[in-house]
T-cell receptor
Framework: TQLLEQSPQFLSIQEGENLTVYCNSSSVFSSLQWYRQEPGEGPVLLVTVVTGGEVKKLKRLTFQFGDARKDSSLHITAAQPGDTGLYLCAGALSNFGNEKLTFGTGTRLTIIP | DAGVIQSPRHEVTEMGQEVTLRCKPI?????LFWYRQTMMRGLELLIY????????DSGMPEDRFSAKMPNASFSTLKIQPSEPRDSAVYFC???????????FGPGTRLTVT
């Protein structure tokens, strides 16, 4: 059983469109991170959210942490081909001392020029 | 800093052979993580160290897998004997603080035939 479920698993859209991907769990996380991974490379951190209801913006990317700290969303406005990649959410659980992250199942995003 | 360094980048071996993967974390980072990534199972945490001490190895698949961190600048993940189902990309990551951003290496793509 996956602790963090991401949806959709795959998403292919045209350049310029908007999209939202989701990260859901039944567990409460102390913090949640979003990573992007490009082919042949390791994941790279995009953002960390800590407070329930928190919203963070990174240029065209908007990240939201659910009020109950069980879920998160990533919204991309006017998608660009450079946004193509595997998006992973990762949560830190307080019962593990917040030392390790549990990664989600991932959303593989393709932006078509 | 050069980032997290992993070697080799690619490894092809026959079933039954011993495989050793190597990792040099970012200098000063107290946490080191070993992950395995496959299409079927996503990114799975195998083991992590804090100040060179193994903290949680509950993700290690079985006794064929072992990991060591003899000093702050070097860690190994060993598989003996290797099996075809071990084929995956293995990532090493390091972190400065508890629950903080994890910096991933480029990964080792392992193929066991």
């Amino acid at each position: 059983t996956q602790l963090l479920e991401q949806s959709p698993q795959f998403l292919s859209i045209q350049e310029g469109e908007n999209l939202t991907v989701y990260c859901n769990s039944s567990s409460v996380f102390s913090s949640l991170q979003w990573y992007r991974q490009e082919p042949g490379e390791g994941p790279v951190l995009l953002v960390t959210v800590v407070t329930g209801g928190e919203v963070k913006k990174l240029k065209r990317l908007t990240f939201q942490f659910g009020d109950a700290r069980k879920d998160s969303s990533l919204h991309i406005t006017a998608a660009q081909p450079g946004d193509t990649g595997l998006y992973l959410c990762a949560g830190a659980l307080s019962n593990f001392g917040n030392e390790k992250l549990t990664f989600g199942t991932g959303t593989r995003l393709t932006i078509i020029p | 800093d050069a980032g997290v360094i992993q070697s080799p980048r690619h490894e092809v071996t026959e079933m039954g052979q011993e495989v050793t993967l190597r990792c040099k974390p970012i200098s000063g980072h107290d946490y080191l993580f070993w992950y395995r990534q496959t299409m079927m199972r996503g990114l799975e945490l195998l083991i992590y160290f804090n100040n060179n001490v193994p903290i949680d190895d509950s993700g290690m698949p079985e006794d064929r897998f072992s990991a060591k961190m003899p000093n702050a600048s070097f860690s190994t993940l060993k598989i003996q004997p290797s099996e075809p189902r071990d084929s995956a990309v293995y990532f090493c990551a390091s972190s400065l603080v508890r629950g903080g951003e994890q910096y991933f290496g480029p990964g080792t793509r392992l193929t066991v035939t």
